[in-house]
Nanobody, 126 residues
Framework: QVQLVEAGGGSLQVGGSLRLSCVSS????????MAWFRQAPGKEREGVAR???????NYLDSVKGRFTISQDNAKNTLYLQMNSLKSEDSAMYYC????????????????????WGQGTQVTVSS
């Protein structure tokens, strides 16, 4: 049973920074794709950042240069460093994981991920 638990959300002003964390438990090994998604009220869940088993990262265009995804395998923890936050970054942020099969790829759509955390709220106000 894979469990993901996010933390680090909060309320802050435009231009501020936050670091989200996601601790995984259960059978998640180095073959897993790990990603952060977000969902604002009335909007689709969108992929924000992804890190592949080989360390390759990918970002939503609107967060490039501001957000950084990383992981500490020794601590089973995924991070999302968010800088220069904008009001449009306000959303519930979710950690997700999916095992990548041999020869496969890591996706960016929410329906390509099987394991999800409960989410952590980020609210950015001006």
């Amino acid at each position: 049973q894979v469990q993901l638990v996010e933390a680090g959300g909060g309320s802050l002003q435009v231009g501020g920074s936050l670091r989200l964390s996601c601790v995984s438990s259960g059978y998640i090994d180095s073959s897993y794709c790990m990603a952060w998604f977000r969902q604002a009220p009335g909007k689709e869940r969108e992929g924000v950042a992804r890190i592949d088993p080989d360390g390759i990262t990918n970002y939503l265009d609107s967060v490039k240069g501001r957000f950084t995804i990383s992981q500490d395998n020794a601590k089973n923890t995924l991070y999302l460093q968010m800088n220069s936050l904008k009001s449009e970054d306000s959303a519930m942020y979710y950690c997700a994981a999916e095992r990548r099969e041999s020869g496969g790829y890591c996706g960016d759509d929410h329906d390509e991920y099987s394991f999800w955390g409960q989410g952590t709220q980020v609210t950015v106000s001006s």
